[in-house]
């Protein structure tokens, strides 16, 4: 098992829409990038009437999400563009308490969950999406 010590956010940089963009962004990554599985842990999503939480890679395999810290952050993917909306309360009731209990299981102190904008030059989870909110919630 590895030893997680971070959580680390993410957009999709897509619109999420009545259809399951999970599944899409699983087999990009499978299919077209070569990859085992979909590269998050976890993805949150509007599937028909709310957002739910879809599991992706399991907890035993290191992600593919974030350069560098792959084998220590747990990744979860937020379907939606964060650059050109902002985060629906609805979507943020589901985050929390999924981001709270992965703290808690894995002893993850709540500075070290960050966005992938954090390691690398882009604005993942989204110029829109405040993770101190995040923070502060947990």
């Keep these: 098992m590895n030893t997680w010590?971070?959580?680390?956010?993410?957009?999709?940089?897509?619109?999420?829409?009545?259809?399951?963009n999970w599944q899409a962004i699983r087999r990009y990554h499978i299919v077209d990038l070569g990859w085992a599985d979909?590269?998050?842990?976890?993805?949150i999503e509007w599937i028909h009437r709310g957002y739910e939480i879809l599991v992706?890679?399991?907890?035993s395999m290191n992600g593919a999400h974030t350069l560098g810290m792959n084998d220590k952050a747990i990744g979860i993917c937020v379907v939606g563009n964060y650059d050109v909306q902002y985060p629906m309360a609805a979507m943020i009731v589901k985050l929390v308490p999924l981001v709270r209990d992965l703290c808690e299981i894995f002893s993850i102190p709540k500075e070290n969950v960050q966005g992938?904008?954090?390691?690398?030059?882009?604005?993942?989870?989204?110029?829109?999406?405040?993770?101190?909110?995040?923070r502060q919630e947990l």
Aim: charged residues 20%; proline residues 4%; aromatic residues 8%.
């Design 5 to 20: 010590t971070h959580v680390i956010l993410h957009h999709s940089l897509t619109e999420d829409g009545q259809t399951v």
């Design 56 to 59: 992706g890679r399991p907890l």
């Design 116 to 134: 992938h904008r954090d390691y690398a030059a882009k604005s993942c989870p989204g110029k829109n999406f405040n993770l101190e909110l995040i």
């Design 38 to 43: 979909i590269g998050y842990h976890y993805g």
